[in-house]
């Protein structure tokens, strides 16, 4: 990944928008990331694979009807009974 100190993007913002194509950029100050210049189509492939975890209890009724109703479609059996145990045993 090509890397650019912030001064230096300030000063040449065009060229690092076009390598941006080409792949991330990171935006260094003080040698350290603190931000990534990415192209609207990586950031837009990015975005649409982004999912968000929220607590059970903020799910609405609709969502949970959604769930209940979804099938997996698969030609071999499974139950939850197939999934390895992590943790401790206690229920959570």
């Known amino acids: ?12 913002f065009g060229k690092w928008l076009e390598k941006s194509h080409d792949g991330p950029v ?30 059970v209890e903020m799910l609405t009724e609709r969502e949970i009807d959604l769930i209940i109703a979804a099938r997996v479609e698969t030609d071999e059996p499974y139950n939850l009974a197939d999934l390895p145990q992590t943790g401790s045993d206690e229920a959570v």
Do not use: C, G, H, W
């Open 1 to 12: 990944m090509v890397s650019v100190k912030s001064t230096e993007i300030q000063k040449t």
């Open 26 to 55: 990171a935006i260094t100050r003080y040698d350290r990331p603190t931000a990534y210049l990415v192209s609207a189509e990586m950031f837009e492939q990015m975005f649409a694979n982004y999912r968000r975890a929220i607590p």
